[in-house]
């Protein structure tokens, strides 16, 4: 498993990287072998061998990669591209391919039902889009209150927060049955 220094030290390493990486996430495998750093510097994300800080790959974006999130079993990194015209790309995590590219989330992504649906907050279009990657097809825009920052499911899987960014203090809260509620910190 990866040490929060040895992290940081790779972590570190990465922003030394040419061109500059500017690091705006990071993604740890499950085994903690692999350490993904996104870099919005350069439009690319690195893999760095978390024992040797050996960079093993690089795959470029479109766009500067704002969110990393690992598939359930590992197999695919989604990565959320800010743009105007945002993409969450799935990579395969073995070979740095594409394998999908969706239109959603300019900031950050939330998987559930096994890894079978992909949530992505949409920032400046104040949604939430609901992806059922089986199928490659979005299947809701969920109204956020303003915003979406950031997406986290409580735990069982009911409901999924979406912290506001230009909200000062409420988080938009939705359940699989009801509209989304404003709640205050």
């Not at 790959?57 to 704002?66: D, H, I, K, L």
């Not at 890894?115 to 299947?139: P, Q």
């Not at 999924?160 to 960014?165: D, M, P, S």
Request: hydrophobic content about 45%; glycine content about 6%.
């Amino acid at each position: 498993m990866v040490s929060p220094r040895i992290a940081w030290l790779l972590a570190w390493s990465a922003v030394a990287a040419e061109p500059p990486c500017s690091p705006s996430a990071l993604g740890v495998s499950a085994d903690g072998e692999t350490l993904y750093v996104a870099c919005a510097g350069s439009n690319r994300v690195l893999w760095l061998d978390s024992s040797s800080g050996r960079m093993l790959r690089q795959v470029s974006t479109p766009a500067p990669p704002s969110s990393l999130l690992l598939s359930p079993d590992g197999a695919r990194l989604y990565v959320a591209c800010a743009s105007p015209r945002s993409r969450v790309l799935a990579l395969d995590t073995a070979s740095g391919r594409t394998l999908a590219a969706y239109s959603a989330g300019h900031t950050a992504a939330a998987l559930a039902g096994g890894g079978e649906m992909l949530f992505a907050a949409n920032r400046f279009d104040d949604t939430v889009s609901a992806w059922d990657l089986r199928n490659r097809k979005e299947t809701a825009r969920i109204p956020a209150l303003r915003e979406p920052q950031s997406l986290a499911w409580i735990p069982g899987g009911r409901w999924l927060l979406a912290a506001n960014e230009a909200s000062s203090d409420s988080a938009s809260l939705k359940s699989s049955s009801a509209a989304p509620r404003k709640r205050t910190a």
